[in-house]
């Protein structure tokens, strides 16, 4: 049963970036949300354990497309120096959904027996959240990015305007630095893949380098010694001791909450601390307290101390502290972030297909090993916590403070820097808007273009002026280079160069 809902999704995450790409980030989730809301109706109002188990297996279905749009909409529209914390809040507001139904089963534990209402009332609560994706959905903007692809620039301009410029003039600087960064993103990728598929993932050494990392940290979110807790902590507490139902319920909804005040510290620390430092901090937390965490079971079942039972309940507190300042808010953003746009849905499925796949193993493997070997069964998850700690150190890189096109580029040099120069909110706020023509049609433009020799060019089709920027192509330095060029601009904007701005920002009439 446990399994039920890893088995719907895993058969349909691999066709679930191919909806995403082809129909848009929000049509996904509707149709993701729909199918989940059906598998909830056939749960709650199910006559048998196979029905009940069948729509779980309906829900993990829809699981798969709503998991799969909804962080690359997030990823995509946000602003770019909020992009770390808003895709880190995604998964993180998880547990809000865990602390609900944590407090409400423990109601229903004890009105069980007493009516059949007691487990079919939670299972009808879980209607709420896709009927409120359902009726919402259409009032959140489509992403900018996938309207590019499709041609639609105008549109994503516009987007990009309202949203990140504050509703100013969709050819204003910052949407028109933006627009040339995907637009020139877009066709650097269609010159690699004309029609990307999941081989377009492992088909250069930098895609390659992202799908091992995107392995990596997928499996180490599930097999870090967290599946012991999060699926099994019945026989987690049964091996210290603590017996009474209620009381592992009330640990249980404790945690919860614990651990959504420790995931949304990690989403605030993400940017202050970076990518990279918060992995480390949390793998060698992680590893400490866990290795503590096995002393203490272990004393338990050969001395029976009560001082080793005390102890193990705030050390499991510890570990899932340590988890969940980077695990829990950065598997899914900074898959995010390192995937260019042609792959970014394949990657993001890939992600979720081990993730889900490395918890059915969990599911199925944990009980086993618990029962047949106890507290031993720990020791294997002290020399795996060894193993991703070295995984962390030699290969995950910085990306804080970069654009989504900028930090995918990084994988594509030889050897990616580990830590890179941070870009606070000024770099982009400050930067000069020049006048240029609105657009105002949706067809498939040119309006965004980076060219090699003069610099990146905004022009309007059919327009009578243009923006040009000067210089040996700031964007595409942008992209393949060090992300200082802001600062640059910022500075020549305030006379700290010795020439005029004017040669960094111009506006030419044609007639």
């Given at each position: 049963m446990n399994c039920a809902q890893s088995i719907g999704t895993l058969s349909v995450i691999p066709l679930s970036p191919c909806v995403a790409d082809l129909l848009g980030r929000r049509a996904s989730m509707f149709f993701g949300a729909t199918i989940v809301l059906a598998g909830i109706l056939t749960q709650a109002l199910s006559t048998s354990a196979h029905i009940f188990i069948g729509a779980r297996v309906l829900i993990g279905i829809g699981n798969a497309f709503t998991n799969s749009a909804a962080p690359l909409l997030i990823s995509e529209l946000s602003y770019?120096?909020?992009?770390?914390?808003?895709?880190?809040l995604y998964n993180s507001m998880w547990y809000c959904g865990s602390i609900i139904s944590a407090w409400i089963c423990l109601v229903a534990y004890d009105q069980a027996g007493t009516s059949e209402w007691s487990w079919r009332i939670p299972v009808f609560l879980q209607a709420t959240v896709p009927v409120l994706q359902m009726s919402f959905i259409w009032f959140i903007p489509e992403s900018p990015r996938f309207l590019a692809a499709k041609g639609l620039e105008s549109q994503a301009a516009r987007v990009l305007a309202r949203y990140h410029a504050i509703g100013s003039s969709e050819s204003g600087h910052l949407v028109a630095f933006e627009m040339a960064q995907i637009r020139h993103a877009h066709n650097v990728e269609?010159?690699?893949?004309?029609?990307?598929?999941?081989?377009?993932?492992?088909?250069?050494?930098?895609?390659?380098?992202?799908?091992?990392?995107?392995?990596?940290?997928?499996?180490f979110s599930q097999w870090s010694g967290n599946g012991l807790v999060?699926?099994?902590?019945?026989?987690?507490?049964?091996?210290?001791?603590?017996?009474?139902?209620?009381?592992?319920?009330?640990?249980?909804?404790?945690?919860?909450?614990?651990?959504?005040a420790s995931a949304l510290l990690g989403t605030m620390l993400v940017d202050k601390?970076?990518?990279?430092?918060?992995?480390?901090?949390?793998?060698?937390g992680m590893l400490i307290v866990f290795s503590m965490w096995t002393l203490t079971t272990a004393l338990f079942h050969e001395t029976k101390s009560t001082i080793a039972v005390k102890a193990t309940v705030p050390l499991i507190f510890m570990f899932f502290f340590f988890y969940d300042l980077a695990y829990t808010p950065m598997v899914i953003s900074y898959t995010l972030e390192i995937l260019p746009y042609n792959i970014r849905a394949r990657g993001l499925a890939i992600s979720n297909f081990t993730a889900y796949l490395s918890n059915a193993v969990n599911l199925f493997v944990n009980p086993l090993a618990l029962n047949a070997i106890n507290w031993k069964y720990y020791l294997v998850f002290c020399g795996w916590l060894v193993v991703e700690l070295v995984i962390v150190m030699l290969f995950i890189v910085e990306t804080k403070g970069r654009t989504l096109e900028e930090t995918a580029a990084l994988f594509d040099g030889v050897k990616p820097p580990r830590n890179t120069e941070w870009r606070d909110n000024l770099s982009f706020a400050r930067m000069p808007q020049p006048r240029s023509p609105r657009l105002d049609k949706d067809t498939r433009d040119n309006h965004f273009e980076l060219h090699e020799s003069s610099g990146d060019r905004c022009s309007a089709s059919g327009s009578q002026s243009r923006i040009e920027l000067q210089g040996h192509s700031k964007v595409q330095n942008s992209v393949f280079g060090s992300p200082s060029h802001l600062e640059t601009i910022v500075g020549v904007e305030h006379g700290d160069s010795g020439h005029d701005s004017d040669s960094d920002f111009r506006v030419d009439s044609h007639t």
């Amino acid at each position: 049963m446990n399994c039920a809902q890893s088995i719907g999704t895993l058969s349909v995450i691999p066709l679930s970036p191919c909806v995403a790409d082809l129909l848009g980030r929000r049509a996904s989730m509707f149709f993701g949300a729909t199918i989940v809301l059906a598998g909830i109706l056939t749960q709650a109002l199910s006559t048998s354990a196979h029905i009940f188990i069948g729509a779980r297996v309906l829900i993990g279905i829809g699981n798969a497309f709503t998991n799969s749009a909804a962080p690359l909409l997030i990823s995509e529209l946000s602003y770019p120096t909020h992009r770390g914390k808003l895709t880190a809040l995604y998964n993180s507001m998880w547990y809000c959904g865990s602390i609900i139904s944590a407090w409400i089963c423990l109601v229903a534990y004890d009105q069980a027996g007493t009516s059949e209402w007691s487990w079919r009332i939670p299972v009808f609560l879980q209607a709420t959240v896709p009927v409120l994706q359902m009726s919402f959905i259409w009032f959140i903007p489509e992403s900018p990015r996938f309207l590019a692809a499709k041609g639609l620039e105008s549109q994503a301009a516009r987007v990009l305007a309202r949203y990140h410029a504050i509703g100013s003039s969709e050819s204003g600087h910052l949407v028109a630095f933006e627009m040339a960064q995907i637009r020139h993103a877009h066709n650097v990728e269609r010159k690699v893949a004309s029609s990307p598929s999941y081989m377009t993932c492992f088909a250069t050494p930098g895609n390659r380098r992202r799908v091992f990392i995107i392995l990596s940290i997928s499996i180490f979110s599930q097999w870090s010694g967290n599946g012991l807790v999060s699926s099994y902590i019945n026989f987690v507490l049964n091996g210290i001791g603590i017996t009474k139902t209620r009381t592992k319920s009330i640990i249980n909804g404790c945690l919860q909450i614990f651990n959504l005040a420790s995931a949304l510290l990690g989403t605030m620390l993400v940017d202050k601390l970076g990518r990279r430092k918060l992995f480390l901090i949390s793998n060698v937390g992680m590893l400490i307290v866990f290795s503590m965490w096995t002393l203490t079971t272990a004393l338990f079942h050969e001395t029976k101390s009560t001082i080793a039972v005390k102890a193990t309940v705030p050390l499991i507190f510890m570990f899932f502290f340590f988890y969940d300042l980077a695990y829990t808010p950065m598997v899914i953003s900074y898959t995010l972030e390192i995937l260019p746009y042609n792959i970014r849905a394949r990657g993001l499925a890939i992600s979720n297909f081990t993730a889900y796949l490395s918890n059915a193993v969990n599911l199925f493997v944990n009980p086993l090993a618990l029962n047949a070997i106890n507290w031993k069964y720990y020791l294997v998850f002290c020399g795996w916590l060894v193993v991703e700690l070295v995984i962390v150190m030699l290969f995950i890189v910085e990306t804080k403070g970069r654009t989504l096109e900028e930090t995918a580029a990084l994988f594509d040099g030889v050897k990616p820097p580990r830590n890179t120069e941070w870009r606070d909110n000024l770099s982009f706020a400050r930067m000069p808007q020049p006048r240029s023509p609105r657009l105002d049609k949706d067809t498939r433009d040119n309006h965004f273009e980076l060219h090699e020799s003069s610099g990146d060019r905004c022009s309007a089709s059919g327009s009578q002026s243009r923006i040009e920027l000067q210089g040996h192509s700031k964007v595409q330095n942008s992209v393949f280079g060090s992300p200082s060029h802001l600062e640059t601009i910022v500075g020549v904007e305030h006379g700290d160069s010795g020439h005029d701005s004017d040669s960094d920002f111009r506006v030419d009439s044609h007639t």
